[in-house]
């Protein structure tokens, strides 16, 4: 980044791209870390939780056994409780505007794309070493795929691919949002319901008719079935078709609305 200085103002100029502009405010986020390491304990915290309680106190009376649920579900569980902790992006959003951070960087020729894209990818890296932390916590308890290692990789990528899609939703809460509290009811109200009605630890033949209508098209049922897929070592069909789709429409309609929210936010 250079600049040209003038009697009358200075001008940033910079020939970095997108995508580059995306990765240094990526490592910007990161850096944060140093200061303060607890918030990858946010992180960790909510999948870790429900991995456990879930599968402890509530297993045994839906499977018969603890370590029967755990083989069903216990992927699952730790996908469900890093789609809570999206929660995340929101709330970081909100806190870099509330002081002022975007607005210093707002006065420099960076994309507003990069803004944006560079919280969440900084989110995903986080996600990423909450998925490793929690998934080895579950094979330390007895959890083991048939699918082996490469079974294992396919289906962290597709809780990564799933959770960045799904991370702009909570961007496009963060920028709209008038308190942090509003966006911990967006969890309550939005992500908690939809978590609860897919078929994440409960299989959908035990589920009333109705609600097996929108188990099948709700969007972490998709999630759900391709993880268990791949964790059996078969071949994605359908299911992975279905969570490609729902995350390629869920990045069409929030990354536009983000972006336009806040452009809105810079001239409110």
């Known amino acids: 980044m250079t600049t040209a200085t003038s009697t009358a103002a200075t001008t940033w100029t910079t020939t970095r791209g997108p995508l580059a502009q ?42 018969g056994s603890w370590q029967a649920f755990l083989d069903y579900a216990g992927p699952t569980l730790i996908a469900m409780g890093l789609f809570f902790a999206i929660v995340s992006t929101g709330l970081g959003l909100f806190a870099d505007i509330k002081t002022g951070v975007f607005d210093r960087l707002t006065a420099m020729p960076v994309s507003r794309f990069a803004l944006l894209a560079g919280r969440v ?33 396919g289906a962290a990528a597709a809780v990564m691919l799933f959770l960045f899609a799904s991370s702009w939703s909570m961007a496009l809460v963060g920028l709209t949002a008038k308190s942090e ?13 939809l978590a609860y009605t897919s078929t994440m630890f409960v299989e959908i033949e035990t589920l009333p008719g109705p609600v097996q209508w929108w188990a099948r098209v709700n969007p972490l049922t998709a999630l759900a079935d391709t993880m268990r897929v791949l964790l059996a070592g078969e071949t994605p069909g359908g299911e992975a078709l279905a969570l490609l789709g729902w995350c390629a429409a869920i990045l069409a309609v929030f990354v536009p609305l983000s972006l336009r929210a806040y452009r809105r936010k810079l001239t409110s």
Do not use: C, N
């Open 22 to 63: 995306a990765a240094s405010m990526t490592a910007r986020s990161l850096a944060s870390i140093r200061h303060q390491p607890a918030q990858l304990v946010d992180y960790l915290m909510i999948p870790m939780m429900i991995l456990l309680s879930i599968t402890f106190f509530m297993g045994g009376q839906m499977m």
């Open 181 to 193: 509290e509003q966006i911990q009811t967006w969890m309550v109200s939005l992500l908690m319901p």
């Open 121 to 153: 990818a900084a989110d995903m890296i986080k996600h990423l070493w909450a998925l490793l932390i929690v998934g080895g916590v579950a094979f330390a308890i007895g959890y083991r795929a048939d699918g082996g290692v490469l079974g294992v990789a």
